[in-house]
Every structure is written in structure tokens, then in C-alpha cells.
């Protein structure tokens, strides 16, 4: 009898953190500082792949971390992560980080897109929940999460 294979939506793992920005959140020169900004980008692709797969999840790479502006103490900074693509394995997160106005408006500030391995008890790879594609901009995702990973098949035979 074959296994059932197993489907999630999108909308089934979207993550949001909140963070305001304090003093240790920030560098020598008074802005965020990109190390702790990738420490809440790899938080929030975590939770979105754990929710995703139902599994403990590890990081295996970090591709596209684009920072487009700066952010500032009181600054309030919002991530957001959604999956885009799913292996057998892994899963590709989306994550989206924006400064927050006290009127609402967000202003993008960074976009990664990380790649998480769902693992078993034995921190051995475990299969993941596939994801179902709903709208065309859910398929377009698809595709350039295809791209990136021919890419970082690529640059590892190049020995990167």
C-alpha cells in the first residue's frame, strides 16, 4: 500500500514577529544590526518550517539577503514568512521584514528566502507535507525557488 502523501497551504504556516527596536539591537552606527536582523530571519523561517512540516527543522542555507534600508532604535519591525517551495525534505521560506509607521504603513526593509530541512528524532532529513499551489503568484514563487536551488546546486560544484 503507498504512503499518503501529504499536502499544506500556504496560508497554513504564515508567520509573523513583532520586535521594537532597542539599543542592543543595533550597531555602531544606530541601525539595525544585520546580524540580529538574520537571527529573526532564521527564527522566523524555523517556526514557519516547523509549522509547515510538523518536525524540528534545521537551516541548510540563506540565499537572497537583500537589505534595501536601514531601520532605527523605536523602530518597529515586522517579519513575515510564508513557505514557497517544498522538496521531499526541505522547504523553501520566504521572509519579508518591514519597518512599521505608527500609522500602520510598512515599508520593506529586507527579503531572504531560506532553506529549512525538516528532521526526525535522529536529526536524520524527513519527508515534508508537499505544498499546495492556489494562485499564480503562489506558482511564480515556485519557479524562482526552482532557480535558486539549481543556483546553489551550481555554485556547490563550483566549490562555494
Not at 502523501?5 to 544606530?30: C, V, W
Not at 531601520?71 to 525534505?89: E, K, M, P, Q, S
Not at 499564480?136 to 556547490?156: F, T
Amino acid at each position: 500500500m503507498a504512503e499518503e502523501i501529504l499536502q499544506k497551504r500556504m496560508e497554513d504556516s504564515i508567520t509573523e514577529q513583532y520586535h521594537l527596536l532597542m539599543s542592543p539591537d543595533l550597531n555602531g552606527s544606530g541601525r539595525l544590526f544585520g546580524g540580529r536582523l538574520l537571527a529573526w530571519i532564521d527564527e522566523t523561517a524555523g517556526i514557519v518550517g516547523r509549522r509547515h512540516s510538523g518536525k524540528d527543522v534545521v537551516t541548510a542555507a540563506i540565499d537572497n539577503l537583500e537589505f534595501k534600508a536601514g531601520a532605527f532604535r523605536n523602530d518597529i519591525i515586522l517579519l513575515i514568512g510564508h513557505i514557497v517551495y517544498t522538496g521531499r525534505t526541505s522547504m523553501e521560506v520566504r521572509v519579508d521584514t518591514y519597518v512599521e509607521n505608527s500609522d500602520g504603513m510598512r515599508h520593506p526593509i529586507n527579503r531572504a528566502y531560506v532553506t529549512m530541512v525538516a528532521v526526525d528524532d535522529s536529526q536524520r532529513p524527513a519527508p515534508v507535507p508537499q505544498l499546495v499551489l492556489e494562485t499564480e503568484v503562489q506558482k511564480a514563487e515556485w519557479e524562482g525557488a526552482l532557480k535558486r536551488k539549481e543556483l546553489r546546486k551550481m555554485r556547490k560544484r563550483e566549490g562555494f
